[in-house]
Nanobody
């Protein structure tokens, strides 16, 4: 199983980025998918989740109204559209797949997002 993130980089405050996480080796549609982030010196936190069934969405309060999570089951890919980025959004962003019944969890390697002028 592999989860491979892409799309990170350096962006100015107020800018946008779209992260992608391509999954392979698993039945993607059966997995709840989440984006997490970890900033230097801070604990990892969940940013957004999209469920496998029904596509319910959940967001951390700090990103509500600015970030949008989505998934394309045909492409085995989950996305995170990040708008109006702030310096506090600087972190390593990782995708996570969780199968609720089996309890299986997989992680990607992470992609760096830096918001700075």
């Amino acid at each position: 199983v592999q989860l491979v993130e892409s799309g990170g980089g350096l962006v100015q405050p107020g800018g946008s980025l779209r992260l992608s996480c391509a999954a392979s080796g698993l039945i993607f549609s059966l997995y709840d998918m989440s984006w997490y982030r970890q900033a230097p010196g801070k604990e990892r936190e969940v940013v957004a989740t999209i469920t496998s069934v029904g596509g319910s969405l959940n967001y951390a309060d700090s990103v509500k109204g600015r970030f949008t999570i989505s998934r394309d089951n045909a492409k085995n890919t989950v996305y995170l559209q990040m708008n109006r980025l702030k310096p506090d959004d600087t972190a390593v962003y990782s995708c996570n797949g969780r199968q609720r019944i089996l309890g299986t969890v997989y992680w990607g390697q992470g992609t760096q997002v830096t918001v700075s002028s």
